[in-house]
């Protein structure tokens, strides 16, 4: 047997099991050895038949007086004894008529299942069955559970699992050697059999340990060889002008915070060495990220050099454009801002072009459209990314190939990353963190709404209104659906025009809308034409009204924590107080994540909670990704996580080849294709 055999070598296997496999993916036996049980059930204690409590439970016994019988409405129900030397118990299964036949009479057999009550007797209901064995796939142990397909169940799988076996206990080891001896982990064969199949709930524990810190270890090392790798590039030094900086910062309508002062500070110290910058500063919405990057771009483009800065959206794109001109505008760079989106016409694009390979346009602000296009990028030093997370190494190979040499990258982002997940993720960035707001800043309001109090709410939020204050409300919906009870955009947009805040100007946008009519939209509200925006998630990242106030989440129990905590960084920008109304569909309870975003405006904390509670993939998009899932390890497991850093880091400063490793080598090497956000 051979990993690539098809499932079909397998006894038992024929195409139509197979396709039903391939339906979970699995279509090799060395996919199958893969599968790794979602869950286990523990029936590992036999217990005498006299000594059984209600509950799911194992015995040892021998079959007696198998009998079966048709009820009422064509129910079969096979009925049988069993007995031990404590006593006897009865069993029962139902449409199983096939027991009559299979099970023998004066056979010894281990039997699992639920031991319950059924028509005022005690019995033992639809119990699996297995012949007394040293190893039993069934009964009488830990048993794992699959996730199983229609027509494919646990039993079915395990017993094809079981004829792997021999497979899997040859399976080569991946890890270096003084890796597994220092840290003391299981062999990866015997790790995996005790994933199917475990010995004893320590020897699973022991197990999870052992393919969890691979899982770990790889990540690490994947972004740790990925940041040498960087170190070796050469990149254009970026002076320092001290003049520069003080005129700038002189200019701005406020003080920068000591956060802003120390991570521009770390940025200009990044740029002057002749290696890429590679930084990720994370600020939680409202901290002032854009400044920031401002001053990062001054400095590039006092030397006559270029910036590209990239946002996610088009809407995005031309906001920035807009704040970035206005705050260079003192030290005269504001003629050498520029936009470069998809929705340009093509006349548009050109001139662009044209500007930039003149090189009077030096910061150039746009979407992926900046690197996609035929834009000359001979000049660039900085490319800035806002609230990206997917810039992989394909488009930094690009900008290399487009520049002559390596771009400075600076990352911007508002998802806070907690600590645990940043290092074994991101192990090759330098991360700056702005953990302070600007002090004008008042928390904003947060409040979860029951559906019986949003007359009372929309007078209040009127009272704002009538003050020439504004407010988003944001819908999990574009349109009414049949299947999801959720308030649409829509439907939102038509009840408050023509009932709640007739007397209000109300506006609608949303996703399928076209980019122009976005635009007119999104400027409407931010030149105050608009009262209220009734939105889909598209406001979701960045945008800047300072008028804002309110914000109404609607469906407000749908939502991810982290989505609900960028939204509601939307108001109370400036020195107003904001509030944030959660609207709930129902009357339920609104659960923990809601009651965490009324208490806490912290994005670090809200995050760090929901990975407790949801796991990463709720935290950070990206490791849904199917080279970074983890299907062993927790990421909450610090002790783990520390240990598989420290072998990382010894297995780099060792200079090994990995090579050697062959399995581990191609594993890490398709996580350094998805991790390197640069
Ligand atoms: P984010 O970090 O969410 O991108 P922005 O850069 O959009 O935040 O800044 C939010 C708002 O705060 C902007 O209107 C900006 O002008 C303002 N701001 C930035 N820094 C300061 C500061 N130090 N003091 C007061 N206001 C500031
Ligand atoms: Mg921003």
Redesign the pocket.
């Known amino acids: 047997m051979v990993v690539s055999d098809e499932l079909t070598s397998l006894k038992g296997v024929g195409p139509e099991v197979a396709r039903k496999f391939a339906v979970l993916g699995v279509r090799t036996v060395g996919q199958l050895a893969d599968y790794l049980p979602r869950r286990y059930e523990d029936y590992s204690v036999v217990t005498p038949t006299a000594k059984l409590r209600p509950g799911q439970v194992t015995v040892r016994a021998k079959l007696k007086d198998v009998s079966g019988r048709y009820v009422r409405r064509g129910m079969h129900i096979t009925e049988a004894a069993a007995s031990d030397a404590s006593g006897s118990i009865r069993l029962v299964w139902f449409n199983q008529p096939y027991r009559l036949t299979s099970l023998k009479h004066d056979q010894e057999y281990y039997l699992s299942g639920k031991f319950e009550l059924s028509n005022r007797r005690f019995g033992l209901m639809n119990p699996s069955v297995e012949l007394v064995s040293d190893f039993p796939l069934n009964v009488a142990r830990i048993v794992p559970i699959y996730r199983e397909t229609k027509g494919l169940n646990s039993r079915q799988i395990r017993k094809c699992i079981g004829q792997v076996l021999p497979l899997i206990r040859a399976l080569p080891e991946t890890l270096p050697a003084w890796i597994t001896e220092e840290e003391k982990l299981m062999p990866r064969a015997r790790a995996m059999e005790a994933m199917h199949f475990p010995a004893s709930a320590t020897e699973l524990e022991q197990a999870k340990r052992r393919l969890g810190f691979e899982e770990i270890y790889e990540l690490v090392l994947a972004s740790l060889l990925n940041k040498y790798e960087l170190m070796r590039e050469q990149a254009p030094p970026v002076a320092f002008d001290e003049k520069l900086a003080k005129d700038f910062v002189k200019h701005?309508?406020?003080?920068?915070?000591d956060a802003?002062r120390k991570v521009v500070w770390q940025i200009y110290q990044d740029m002057q060495k002749a290696q890429p910058m590679n930084r990720l500063v994370e600020?939680?919405?409202?901290?002032?990220?854009?400044?920031?990057?401002a001053m990062a771009a001054a400095m590039v483009m006092k030397d006559g050099h270029q910036v590209a800065f990239m946002a996610p959206t088009e809407l995005l794109a031309r906001q920035h454009a807009e704040?970035l001109t206005k705050?260079l505008a003192p030290i005269g760079y504001d003629k050498k801002v520029g936009l470069l989106v998809g929705g340009m016409s093509t006349a548009q694009k050109t001139s662009a072009h044209k500007a930039i390979s003149d090189n009077k346009m030096q910061l150039m602000v746009g979407t992926h459209a900046l690197i996609q296009e035929k834009v000359d990028m001979q000049r660039l030093e900085l490319v800035i990314i806002?609230e990206q997370h997917r810039f992989g190494v394909d488009q930094r190979k690009k900008l290399q190939a487009k520049a002559g040499h390596m771009p400075h990258v600076l990352n911007?982002t508002?998802t806070p990353i907690p600590r645990s997940l940043a290092l074994t993720l991101y192990g090759e960035l330098d991360i700056s963190v702005?953990d302070a707001k600007?002090?004008?800043?008042k928390p904003i309001i947060t409040e979860i709404c029951a559906p019986v109090s949003r007359k009372q709410r929309y007078e209040n939020i009127d009272k704002e209104l009538a003050a020439g204050r504004q407010m988003f409300v944001v819908c999990p919906l574009i349109a009414e659906s049949d299947n999801l009870p959720a308030m649409s955009a829509e439907k939102m947009y038509e009840q408050l025009t023509n009932k709640d805040f007739k007397h209000r100007r109300v506006g609608l946008l949303h996703g399928k809308m076209k980019a122009d009519e976005k635009n007119a939209v999104m400027q409407k509200f931010v030149s105050r034409d608009l009262d209220i925006l009734v939105a889909t998630t598209v406001i979701e990242v960045?945008v800047?009204v300072?008028n804002a106030t309110v914000m109404l989440i609607e469906g407000a129990e749908r939502f991810g924590l982290a989505q609900m905590h960028q939204r509601r960084?939307r108001v109370g920008?400036?020195e107003h107080q904001g509030y944030c109304y959660l609207m709930m569909s129902d009357s339920k309870s609104p659960g923990r994540r809601l009651r965490a975003l009324e208490t806490s405006n912290d994005g670090f904390r809200l995050a760090e909670f929901d990975l407790a509670e949801r796991g990463p993939g709720a935290v950070y998009g990206t490791l849904q990704h199917g080279e970074l899932d983890l299907r062993v390890a927790k990421l909450t497991d610090v002790k783990l996580i520390a240990s598989a850093r420290k072998a990382a880091q010894a297995t780099i400063d060792r200079n090994e080849d990995l090579l050697q490793y062959p399995v581990m080598y191609e594993h890490v090497r398709a996580i350094r294709a998805v991790t390197n956000l640069n």
């Open positions: 701005l309508p406020f003080q920068l915070t802003q600020g939680d919405v409202g901290s002032g990220k854009t400044v920031v990057a704040t705050v806002d911007l508002a702005l600007p002090a004008n800043r960045g800047d300072p960084g920008r400036r």
